[in-house]
């Protein structure tokens, strides 16, 4: 039978499948079908199983959504080794490369044969096809590949280091680039291997960032509701709590920490001073004891005057008997009476220096009420204050020295704000000032900084932005600002500004650069108002 052709291998089946009374399944069709042509009989593949179990698998990272694609494109393939090299990868192993032992064609990861026209039209790579080709692009280099391997083991700190199997695979990774021979299609394959390994290493990370910080809320909440009386340490959980919300910047993690050292300052000077008026207290509770034994002992030495007196008064036969016995009893009196005000005298004086002490520790936990929620932010507009800009440009002066980086700072200045407070109120021209810091935290990015430089004048520090982005921004603010009213009582006012901007130049310092923008800002005052200019 092996001889004959498929379709008479299929005729003497279904004689053998109507012969045999049997059912015409795909079952007992394959079986027969077999038996003639002396194939081996072949388990049918479980599609449906496979689809459930696919559909049963999260797909939360990027990782795991590239490989679920892989499994249903195997699965709809009936591609056993795709099915394989799918699961293996979801669950962070790494399938074994194939060994090329020559350049060939290509060709598909599953059974079907490969088809050698290869269209011109441009169309997408499956990621269940394998190059065997070798890769003869220009700029696939060894200088190239260094630079791929600097860029992972730049990224690696951030990764963390608590998946050897992954460092490992990373060093593999990084010493096939860095070798001058490398294969290029070696590299294709182990960079995509790599791939789908560096993704579960991001979420991982990701994930353990997420729930660090849960956990760091939960400690702040903790030491909040242990600390009921402390009112103090309430700007201290709210910055914290603040600065704990992503985007996570190192700016404002520093700010945090400089407002932070401010109150532990403050804190550390009302410590000491409650330390020291209760050791007053202490010394005042110790002498009121002592002193109540010295009465109670001057108190019982009086009475036994007064008793001997008194005896010597029953017996007493003449004034002249009793004269002594009064003088005692006088000088005894005049004892007692003088050391009762002298612990009266010393009482009072303990307990109106221990009542000073503690107004001055009530005013040194107001002095941190107000550190704690304005260590260096305007109360009003809740932006930097004059110290807190000061240290902010600094540091962005520092990080444009250590990077070579632009740093753009614009100065801008309500128009017209006179008016606005002579004509609506200060009550307006506050909300005004406030409407215009919160707006413009809306539109700045997270790395930006706004200071209330005085008045109605703000300072923008945008790191990382030279001039013409710089006055761009600060076009697009005032743009928002037109969308933006707010009411004094049932009329609405539009806020505009004159904003001057100024990229810092080399070797200038961060004031000089904010005297140039407020400059450029008086230009643009004299120009029309609510116009931006560069210095």
């Not at 020559?102 to 169309?123: N, Y």
């Not at 560096?198 to 030491?223: R, Y």
């Not at 904003?499 to 120009?527: F, H, N, S």
Request: charged share 25%; with cysteine; hydrophobic share 40%.
């Amino acid at each position: 039978m092996a001889d004959k052709k498929p379709f008479e291998i299929a005729r003497e089946t279904l004689k053998r499948l109507t012969s045999q009374k049997l059912p015409p399944t795909p079952l007992n069709y394959q079986r027969i079908y077999s038996e003639f042509s002396a194939l081996p009989i072949e388990s049918p593949f479980p599609a449906d199983r496979l689809h459930d179990i696919s559909a049963a698998l999260p797909t939360k990272t990027p990782g795991q959504q590239k490989q679920k694609g892989l499994l249903e494109s195997a699965i709809n393939n009936s591609n056993w080794d795709g099915v394989k090299s799918a699961l293996m990868a979801y669950g962070g192993f790494s399938p074994p490369a194939p060994v090329h032992t020559a350049p060939a064609a290509p060709a598909l990861v599953d059974d079907r044969p490969a088809v050698a026209p290869v269209s011109t039209r441009p169309t997408a790579v499956k990621s269940d096809v394998l190059a065997a080709t070798p890769i003869s692009a220009p700029a696939l280099t060894s200088e190239f590949f260094g630079q791929i391997a600097r860029l992972i083991e730049y990224a690696l700190p951030a990764l963390g280091h608590d998946d050897p199997r992954f460092l490992e695979q990373t060093q593999v990774l990084v010493k096939t680039l860095r070798d001058p021979n490398c294969d290029a299609v070696n590299v294709k394959q182990m960079i995509a291997q790599y791939s789908q390994r560096l993704s579960f290493a991001a979420e991982d990370q990701a994930e353990i960032k997420s729930v660090l910080l849960k956990l760091l809320h939960l400690i702040i909440e903790n030491i909040s509701h242990l600390c009921l009386e402390d009112s103090w340490l309430k700007g201290q959980v709210d910055a914290l709590m603040a600065v704990c919300e992503p985007p996570l910047t190192l700016r404002r993690l520093d700010d945090v920490e400089q407002r932070l050292k401010d109150v532990i300052f403050k804190q550390t000077e009302a410590k000491a001073r409650t330390v020291q008026a209760q050791e007053e207290m202490r010394q005042m509770l110790t002498t009121f004891i002592e002193r109540l034994a010295t009465m109670s002992a001057s108190t019982g030495e009086f009475h036994t005057q007064l008793e001997t007196s008194a005896r010597l008064i029953e017996h007493a036969k003449s004034i002249q008997d009793i004269t002594p016995a009064l003088k005692e009893i006088v000088g005894a009196t005049r004892t007692m009476a003088q050391d009762s005000q002298d612990a009266r005298d010393q009482l009072q004086g303990m307990k109106k220096h221990a009542e000073a002490t503690q107004a001055e520790i009530s005013k040194l936990h107001q002095e941190l009420d107000r550190v704690s929620a304005q260590a260096r932010h305007d109360p009003l507009t809740g932006a930097l204050n004059r110290q807190g800009l000061d240290e902010a440009v600094k540091r962005e002066v520092s990080q444009v020295q250590r990077q070579d980086a632009p740093l753009s700072v614009a100065l801008l200045d309500i128009d017209n704000f006179k008016k606005l407070n002579d004509t609506l109120g200060h009550a307006t021209g506050d909300a005004a000032l406030a409407h215009l810091a919160s707006v413009t935290r809306e539109v700045m990015r997270p790395q930006d900084s706004l200071a209330r430089y005085g008045g109605e004048e703000f300072v923008v520090l945008m790191p990382d932005t030279v001039l013409d982005n710089g006055i761009e921004a600060m076009v697009r603010l005032q743009r928002e600002l037109t969308k933006r009213f707010f009411l004094a009582g049932t009329e609405k006012v539009l806020i505009t500004f004159s904003a001057g901007v100024a990229q810092l130049a080399c070797g200038e310092t961060g004031p000089e650069a904010i005297k140039r923008a407020d400059q450029a800002m008086y230009l643009a005052k004299r120009a029309g108002r609510n116009r931006v200019l560069g210095a």
